[in-house]
């Protein structure tokens, strides 16, 4: 059955007025994201959740309340009316049957959240400023969330379990449905010679030394909106991953997506680096809301989670060009190829510059 538009299931959430409009929105992998325009002149994001990749987005949906009200409760609290307050956290909109959701007759899932006005998002980080800003946002998100009492539902298991990731990779290069593994050789060379470093966080998280929290786990820089007039951060978004996990996944995660100067996906891979400046912002950002709640084994290992994390989404962006594109959105045949030689690239890049990054990490408090 055609997948239905948002403007089919709009009537079903408890919003005023009519939808007379909407757009394709934002460049994420994952789910279908719309900008809803409603005759009132309120404009809101629709998204049709990929069920694929979320088997169950009913409980993902309660956790994104769960979230989204305990961040709300302390904005509350603390009872600050200034702009950057008030939008600090998504509101999903309820359907009139009381539900944060609406299921539609195609069996999409739709959800929807207030649009934050002024405020963006960037794919590319333009300048330290706006990674510290990131990073602070980020940061201070984990802080909100580090006194939920609830253990969050686990939305995708392993999600960030880098050996499963690399199983996955061998299990897909084994059964090779696309016949592309031929075209590979390099890249498993890459992977394969850096197979210790996969294991080193979860045998740290095993042997009780890094603490599970409450962390977001897919902070690519344009998950989080930047204000356009003061550059500060807005409001962290994407919320379907918030979950169980190690803090230092999430700054990795800022570390691969920031520090790159070029696209995720480019073919320019002698531009694809690891940005010093940048990292310093992050790092400082991150360290200006987030220090305050971590231990000294978690802040010392913030420049390895780079490597790390950029690693383990090569290893995914590999897997899945390797099963034949099944998972993240693609827009031609070498897509998935391309962005993962672009994290490795980038990983090799972080790996040169991870003595510096260390040093840079003491001398500031890490
Ligand atoms: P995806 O899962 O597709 O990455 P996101 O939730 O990150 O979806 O949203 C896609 C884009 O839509 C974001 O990068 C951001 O630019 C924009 N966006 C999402 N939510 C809002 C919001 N509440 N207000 C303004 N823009 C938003
Ligand atoms: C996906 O949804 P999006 O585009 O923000 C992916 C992340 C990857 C990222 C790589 C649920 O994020 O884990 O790091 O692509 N999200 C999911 O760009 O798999
Ligand atoms: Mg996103």
């Known amino acids: 059955m055609t997948k239905l538009n948002p403007d089919?299931?709009?009537?079903?959430?408890?919003?005023?007025?009519?939808?007379?409009?909407?757009?394709?929105?934002?460049?994420?992998?994952?789910?279908?994201?719309?900008?809803?325009t409603f005759d009132t002149g309120k404009r809101y994001i629709f998204q049709r959740v990929n069920t694929v990749v979320f088997r169950d987005p009913e409980t993902l949906m309660r956790n994104f309340v769960a979230v989204t009200?305990?961040?709300?409760?302390?904005?509350?609290?603390?009872?600050?009316?200034?702009?950057?307050?008030?939008?600090?956290?998504?509101?999903?909109?309820?359907?009139?049957?009381?539900?944060?959701?609406?299921?539609?007759?195609?069996?999409?899932?739709?959800?929807?959240?207030?649009?934050?006005?002024?405020?963006?998002?960037?794919?590319?980080?333009?300048?330290?400023?706006?990674?510290?800003?990131?990073?602070?946002?980020?940061?201070?998100?984990?802080?909100?969330?580090?006194?939920?009492?609830?253990?969050?539902?686990?939305?995708?298991?392993?999600?960030?379990?880098?050996?499963?990731?690399?199983?996955?990779?061998?299990?897909?290069?084994?059964?090779?449905?696309?016949?592309?593994?031929?075209?590979?050789?390099?890249?498993?060379?890459?992977?394969?010679?850096?197979?210790?470093?996969?294991?080193?966080?979860?045998?740290?998280?095993?042997?009780?030394?890094?603490?599970e929290r409450t962390t977001h786990n897919d902070t690519k820089i344009n998950n989080v909106l930047i204000d356009d007039v003061s550059g500060t951060g807005v409001c962290v978004i994407d919320l379907d991953t918030v979950m169980p996990g190690l803090p230092r996944y999430d700054f990795g995660d800022m570390v691969r997506s920031a520090t790159n100067p070029m696209p995720e996906d480019t073919r320019d891979l002698d531009r694809v680096e690891m940005r010093s400046d940048i990292f310093e912002a992050l790092l400082r950002g991150y360290l200006s809301t987030a220090g305050r709640f971590l231990n000294s084994v978690e802040k010392s290992l913030l420049p390895f989670s780079g490597v790390l994390i950029t690693l383990e989404i090569g290893i995914r962006f590999l897997t899945d060009y390797v099963s034949g594109d099944v998972y993240f959105k693609t827009s031609r045949p070498e897509h998935n190829l391309d962005r993962a030689r672009v994290q490795f690239k980038l990983a090799a890049s972080i790996e040169r510059h991870l003595g510096e990054m260390e040093k840079l990490n003491e001398s500031i408090g890490g």
């Open 69 to 211: 009200n305990h961040i709300g409760a302390k904005i509350a609290a603390e009872q600050r009316n200034h702009p950057g307050t008030r939008r600090r956290s998504l509101k999903p909109a309820r359907a009139y049957d009381g539900e944060p959701f609406v299921r539609d007759e195609a069996g999409g899932f739709w959800r929807c959240y207030e649009f934050i006005d002024g405020a963006r998002t960037f794919d590319i980080v333009e300048n330290p400023g706006q990674a510290f800003a990131a990073a602070a946002a980020f940061g201070g998100f984990q802080h909100d969330l580090s006194d939920l009492r609830t253990r969050l539902a686990e939305t995708i298991p392993d999600f960030h379990n880098t050996p499963a990731r690399l199983a996955a990779l061998e299990t897909a290069v084994r059964q090779d449905v696309a016949g592309r593994v031929r075209n590979v050789g390099s890249e498993l060379d890459f992977v394969m010679a850096r197979r210790e470093l996969c294991g080193r966080l979860i045998r740290l998280q095993q042997a009780g030394e890094l603490i």
């Open 8 to 36: 089919q299931v709009s009537g079903a959430f408890d919003i005023a007025g009519r939808a007379t409009g909407f757009m394709p929105y934002g460049t994420g992998h994952i789910n279908d994201t719309f900008l809803v």
